[in-house]
């Protein structure tokens, strides 16, 4: 009797507290493992984001556990692909690069429109670099070699063919008067992977996210050419001279955009943005932002999808201007 009275009363304030309250007692989160999709490499800035995101998603406790599956290939289009399939799947999200949308844009894919854009987080500008002991010391003799010869200068980065890095090589290039076909490019799976070729003397000059090569800048193995920024970053990056500083009119900046697979619930969007704004505002992410660079630009969901429409369409007009189409 005392159980039975004792239950009536427990419905009877719950009742009186409202539907917010009743709400969140039932509010959905992910039950079990959560697969965060990435379309590059270990090591990579793409995957560092993810893991940054990964340790505060796990260190506050909103998502049982995380697994970070890398799956590189084809400019990111085959680990989008495998997200897109998951639809109705709220243990499923992923990481993009701005090189995603240049690829399928490129080869005019809707891939993106089978896709969830849950916020946007930030751009990072690029950079060019050489083996410290290279003769190369400037942009400048870069632009003055292909002058010479367009294909004197063999340029690396991530990702694949016809990506944001690839134009902007194409853009130096023009500079030059050295055209795009005449240019020699090599493609890795990541931009550590980059840096450490560079370092190495395998190729004249690397083109990846300031993150990823600064530590082999700071150690003395690399020498930074210049920044692909509109003006001079602040702080450590101060000293770094951009590309437009030595007459290269060329600025650079690859997008990171969380995604979620189309289908979900409300109440799951509403998770996945409530988590990633608890993810924007931590104190160890934030030490991952000054580390590698990256500066918070957020575009949350819905209008992260109008502003992931506008790149693409962006892209298809550049790509359409350089011949790049396919």
């Not at 995101?53 to 796990?58: A, G, S």
């Not at 690069?97 to 080869?107: D, E, H, L, T, V």
């Not at 082999?216 to 970053?233: F, H, N, T």
């Not at 969380?258 to 992410?285: C, S, T, Y």
Request: hydrophobic share 45%; with cysteine.
């Amino acid at each position: 009797m005392q159980i039975a009275r004792a239950a009536i009363l427990a419905a009877a304030i719950l009742a009186l507290l409202g539907p917010n309250v009743r709400a969140q007692t039932a509010a959905w989160h992910p039950v079990g493992n959560v697969e965060f999709f990435v379309g590059a490499g270990a090591g990579g800035e793409n995957d560092r984001i993810a893991r940054a995101i990964q340790r505060v998603l796990t260190k506050e406790q909103l998502v049982d556990s995380m697994t970070v599956l890398n799956k590189p290939g084809a400019a990111q289009i085959i680990a989008m692909t495998d997200l897109s399939r998951k639809e109705g799947d709220g243990n499923e999200i992923g990481l993009a690069s701005g090189s995603f949308i240049n690829a399928i844009a490129r080869k005019g894919l809707d891939l993106h429109q089978h896709l969830t854009p849950l916020v946007k987080l930030f751009d990072a500008y690029q950079c060019y670099f050489t083996a410290i002991d290279s003769p190369i010391k400037s942009m400048v003799d870069v632009r003055d070699r292909l002058k010479a010869d367009p294909g004197s200068v063999t340029f690396a980065f991530p990702v694949g063919l016809g990506s944001p890095l690839h134009v902007s090589v194409v853009n130096v290039g023009k500079t030059a008067g050295a055209p795009a076909k005449k240019l020699v490019t090599v493609v890795f799976d990541s931009g550590s992977d980059v840096s450490v070729q560079a370092a190495g003397g395998h190729i004249d000059v690397g083109e990846t996210s300031i993150g990823s090569s600064m530590p082999l800048i700071v150690g003395g193995k690399l020498r930074m050419l210049g920044i692909a920024a509109p003006e001079r970053l602040a702080g450590e990056l101060a000293k770094y001279p951009t590309l437009r500083e030595q007459g290269l009119d060329v600025v650079t900046a690859n997008s990171y955009t969380v995604l979620l697979p189309n289908g979900l619930k409300p109440e799951q969007i509403a998770f996945w943005a409530n988590a990633l704004d608890r993810v924007m505002v931590d104190p160890d992410f934030k030490l991952d932002l000054e580390r590698n660079f990256w500066t918070l630009e957020p575009i949350r969901y819905p209008e992260a999808a109008t502003w992931l429409q506008h790149d693409y369409d962006n892209n298809r007009a550049v790509l359409t201007e350089l011949g790049m189409l396919e």
